[in-house]
């Protein structure tokens, strides 16, 4: 997965797998990346400091869930 930020545009991507892909817009600036099945591929989102509040707060990534679980087993 690959997040990335466009400050020129004020864009945000989220690429979950690289493919060949569909957009659908889903609303005003939010946009869904589909591959040939159907499946979610990524999302982009316009104006995102505008949505979000603040640069700041797209600094903050926290992914939970990912990684080893206890007892060692994923």
């Known amino acids: 997965m690959r ?3 466009d ?3 004020d864009a945000l991507s ?3 797998r690289e493919t060949t ?3 659908r817009h889903l609303g005003e600036g939010i946009a869904a990346d589909v591959d040939a099945h ?3 591929a990524g999302i982009e989102i316009l ?3 505008k ?3 603040d640069r700041d707060t797209l600094r903050q990534v926290v992914i939970e869930g990912i990684g080893p679980t206890a007892g ?3």
């Open 3 to 5: 997040i990335t930020y």
């Open 7 to 9: 400050a020129e545009v």
């Open 14 to 16: 989220i690429v979950f």
């Open 21 to 23: 892909v569909t957009t």
């Open 38 to 40: 159907g499946q979610l």
């Open 47 to 49: 104006d995102a400091v």
């Open 51 to 53: 949505r979000f509040g």
């Open 72 to 74: 060692g087993k994923q």
